[in-house]
């Protein structure tokens, strides 16, 4: 039986992607690794992928058809996304109407947002904290929180329009001049987004917790990207809302910020000289997309937590890349539900998704030296060819993993927020393990890993080889020399932050053998 089943009952999950089960993988190329699960094909439909969907088009059309709540006008909608569309808006306009007679004092749009993320099988999150406080005081704090959360995130939504569209306050309250200045200084800072000492917290503070999505914004418009692949602007909004409203801000390290941080990082690689020449639009979409949803609807537990509580997600993924499948999913998920690519091809989008897949699943930090030793061979070889499409996904994939493990090499200041918010979340994890009586993970006790030995460790076993092949591949380069003197500062810092007569190595991160007994014990679980 599940550890936790009763706690993780139905109103504690993930969202799910409702798309199924396949991890699928792009084809062909030695570097994206094996196909785990081969698709079923019918009539040239994946249907692990495709049914699904088609089952809830066939539903929706079939629903339309018998005249839903707000399809009279629209009935001659033609196609079969038009038709879902219609009945979704029709379901959302009904339970809108009745959440409105239940509780006046809600703001409509607010319980429209809850609403949605319903629709999308969303809701609620996991919510560990509130897991454990509700577990503890036994109470159900449950809707207060949404409630709050959910004004905040149109204040939010309100502050990003001002920001991106230009608009000018209605009111010249202090408040707004307040706000104005903050705006300001937000857009100053994405005047300067390409340098390294960019500081993403600061700019979350500035943009009212919207660092994801302006950023996002901001550097699909640098990239003309909007116009090359004749993006609806709405779409892209909702599409980029969904993202970061999918990750959890009450996760110290895996938050909306992480992935703007993420994002910022990955945007200064492709600026790289090496790259930046080489690199087609589908290139720079792939990879910040990819990477500002790498981490999407992460529950601030890891993968061994999840197959040790056996978590659906665990059995659905079989106990493989389980957090990054789900990431994955979720993403195309919602690429698919703001319909960002409905007007491109089928097979166009057939490879972006898979594309986005293959450099999602490379973030799985247990595939380290996988990809490592192949980016190794190829240095050594010299035997990059970066006008193969092959090689140059390569890299996008080298180039996410670096911005996903960046933050030593961010300014000292940076540098350790990070590291004490990633340690947070571990010992949290601790924390929760130590509760069920479960098995602590690795660096998880806070009674035994301290920040210092996490941070150390972590940079000298996964950060540093990393970054110095990266520093090879660049070579010259101004932006590696300066993230490795970082580095390499912050490493000698963490070091002397350890308690006299420790070292580092003793209590290495070891992210090899964490990966090794994770896979012991995947054996184990039926
Ligand atoms: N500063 C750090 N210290 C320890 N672990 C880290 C640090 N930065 C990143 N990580 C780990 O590396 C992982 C990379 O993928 P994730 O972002 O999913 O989760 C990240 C953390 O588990
Ligand atoms: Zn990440």
Redesign the pocket.
Known sequence: MPVLEGHWGSDLRMRDSGLGVCPEEPPGSPEWGPLRTPPVTCGGLSLTLELPALIRQLRAAWRARKGGPCSREKRHGSTWVEAEKEVEEGKQDEENSRAHLEAKSRLNTAHADVLLAKRRGSYPPIDLHILRNSIQSGETEFSTKRQMKHLLSIQRCYHTSRLLGGLAPHDSGSLYLLDDDYLGQAAHMLSKVGTWNFDIFLFDRLTNGNSLVTLMCHLFNIYDLIHHFQLDIVKLHRFFGMVQKDYHSQNP??NAI?AAD?TQAIYCYLKEPKLADQLSPLDVFLGLIAAAA??VD?PGV?QPFLIKTRHHLASLYQNTSV??SHHWRSTVGMLRESGLLAHLPAEITRVIEQQLGSLILA???CRQNEFLLTFREHLDNQDLDLLEASHRHFILQIAL?CA??C??CRSWEL?RQ??ER??E??HKQGELEKKFDLEVSP?CDHQVDSVPA??S???SC??EPLFEEWNRFTHPSLLSQTMLDHLHKNKAHWIRLLNPGTLAEEQT?A?AESCDAEKGERKNIP
């Open positions: 390290y895996h992480h993420v790498h981490d992460h890891n957090l990054e973030t799985d930090i993993k996903d493990v933050n030593p540098s990070w590291g990633v340690c979340e571990f660096q996490i941070q460790g972590f940079i996964i950060a991160y992210c």
